[in-house]
Protein backbone atom coordinates (compact mmCIF):
# COMPACT_ATOMS: atom_id res chain seq x y z
CA UNK A 1 0.00 0.00 0.00
CA UNK A 2 1.05 3.43 -0.55
CA UNK A 3 1.91 5.81 2.17
CA UNK A 4 2.45 9.20 3.25
CA UNK A 5 4.59 10.14 5.89
CA UNK A 6 4.42 13.71 7.38
CA UNK A 7 7.42 15.42 9.28
CA UNK A 8 8.21 18.99 10.59
CA UNK A 9 5.81 19.56 13.05
CA UNK A 10 6.65 21.11 16.86
CA UNK A 11 5.82 23.90 18.57
CA UNK A 12 6.46 27.10 17.65
CA UNK A 13 6.24 30.69 18.71
CA UNK A 14 3.67 32.91 17.63
CA UNK A 15 5.01 34.91 14.71
CA UNK A 16 7.54 32.24 13.82
CA UNK A 17 7.84 29.98 11.03
CA UNK A 18 7.63 26.22 10.46
CA UNK A 19 7.97 23.89 7.45
CA UNK A 20 6.12 20.11 6.81
CA UNK A 21 7.49 17.57 4.73
CA UNK A 22 5.58 14.85 3.37
CA UNK A 23 6.62 12.04 1.11
CA UNK A 24 5.04 9.30 -0.33
CA UNK A 25 6.49 5.82 -0.71
CA UNK A 26 5.07 2.63 -2.46
CA UNK A 27 4.73 1.60 -5.83
CA UNK A 28 2.52 3.80 -7.93
CA UNK A 29 2.32 5.64 -11.61
CA UNK A 30 2.28 9.16 -10.80
CA UNK A 31 0.64 11.67 -8.20
CA UNK A 32 -1.82 14.07 -9.48
CA UNK A 33 -3.55 16.55 -6.44
CA UNK A 34 -1.60 17.00 -3.33
CA UNK A 35 -2.84 18.90 -0.08
CA UNK A 36 -2.58 19.85 3.29
CA UNK A 37 -5.42 19.57 5.64
CA UNK A 38 -5.18 20.36 9.25
CA UNK A 39 -7.64 19.07 12.19
CA UNK A 40 -8.07 21.16 15.49
CA UNK A 41 -9.54 19.35 18.80
CA UNK A 42 -13.37 19.82 18.59
CA UNK A 43 -13.06 21.49 15.37
CA UNK A 44 -13.56 19.93 11.47
CA UNK A 45 -11.34 19.04 9.06
CA UNK A 46 -10.25 22.13 7.45
CA UNK A 47 -8.34 22.22 4.14
CA UNK A 48 -5.27 24.11 4.15
CA UNK A 49 -3.61 24.55 0.53
CA UNK A 50 -3.41 22.70 -2.56
CA UNK A 51 -0.93 22.01 -5.77
CA UNK A 52 -1.72 20.21 -9.09
CA UNK A 53 0.70 17.97 -10.65
CA UNK A 54 1.49 21.02 -13.04
CA UNK A 55 2.18 23.65 -9.80
CA UNK A 56 -1.42 25.40 -9.46
CA UNK A 57 -1.88 26.01 -5.84
CA UNK A 58 -4.67 26.70 -3.96
CA UNK A 59 -4.95 28.30 -0.92
CA UNK A 60 -7.91 28.31 2.39
CA UNK A 61 -8.71 31.64 3.24
CA UNK A 62 -7.38 31.89 6.55
CA UNK A 63 -4.06 31.06 5.63
CA UNK A 64 -3.54 32.49 2.36
CA UNK A 65 -0.37 34.82 2.43
CA UNK A 66 1.29 32.62 4.91
CA UNK A 67 1.43 29.45 4.04
CA UNK A 68 2.67 28.20 0.57
CA UNK A 69 2.77 24.78 -0.61
CA UNK A 70 5.32 23.53 -3.09
CA UNK A 71 6.12 20.25 -4.36
CA UNK A 72 9.90 18.42 -5.45
CA UNK A 73 10.79 17.66 -9.37
CA UNK A 74 10.00 13.87 -8.42
CA UNK A 75 6.63 15.14 -7.38
CA UNK A 76 6.47 12.51 -5.01
CA UNK A 77 7.10 14.93 -2.37
CA UNK A 78 4.88 17.90 -1.01
CA UNK A 79 5.96 20.97 1.93
CA UNK A 80 4.13 23.31 3.59
CA UNK A 81 6.06 26.35 4.26
CA UNK A 82 4.28 28.17 7.30
CA UNK A 83 5.07 31.91 7.98
CA UNK A 84 3.63 34.52 10.91
CA UNK A 85 1.97 31.57 12.78
CA UNK A 86 -0.79 31.86 15.00
CA UNK A 87 -2.13 30.52 18.05
CA UNK A 88 -5.21 29.47 15.88
CA UNK A 89 -2.69 27.71 13.61
CA UNK A 90 -2.60 24.95 16.10
CA UNK A 91 -3.69 21.78 14.58
CA UNK A 92 -2.72 18.02 13.68
CA UNK A 93 -1.92 18.88 9.87
CA UNK A 94 -2.68 15.91 7.37
CA UNK A 95 -1.03 14.95 3.92
CA UNK A 96 -3.42 13.99 1.51
CA UNK A 97 -2.49 12.84 -2.08
CA UNK A 98 -4.74 11.30 -5.55
CA UNK A 99 -2.54 8.52 -6.88
CA UNK A 100 -2.66 7.26 -10.26
CA UNK A 101 -1.70 3.19 -10.38
CA UNK A 102 0.10 1.74 -12.30
CA UNK A 103 -3.08 -0.60 -13.33
CA UNK A 104 -6.62 -1.83 -11.96
CA UNK A 105 -8.32 1.51 -12.44
CA UNK A 106 -8.43 4.96 -14.93
CA UNK A 107 -9.20 7.15 -11.66
CA UNK A 108 -7.36 7.56 -8.90
CA UNK A 109 -7.08 6.82 -5.48
CA UNK A 110 -6.49 9.00 -2.60
CA UNK A 111 -4.37 8.08 0.56
CA UNK A 112 -3.59 10.11 3.62
CA UNK A 113 -0.72 10.56 5.68
CA UNK A 114 -0.78 10.28 10.05
CA UNK A 115 -0.82 13.53 10.68
CA UNK A 116 2.00 15.93 12.41
CA UNK A 117 1.14 18.21 15.52
CA UNK A 118 2.09 21.57 14.66
CA UNK A 119 1.65 23.98 18.14
CA UNK A 120 1.83 27.78 18.38
CA UNK A 121 2.12 29.08 21.26
CA UNK A 122 4.20 30.99 23.59
Do not use: H
Not at 66 to 77: L, Q
Amino acid sequence: QVQLVESGGGLVQPGGSLRLSCAASGSFYRIDNMRWYRQAPGKQRELVALITSVGTTTYGSSVKGRFTISRDNSKTTVYLQMTRLQAEDTAVYYCNADIVPYSGTNGVVGYWGQGTQVTVSS
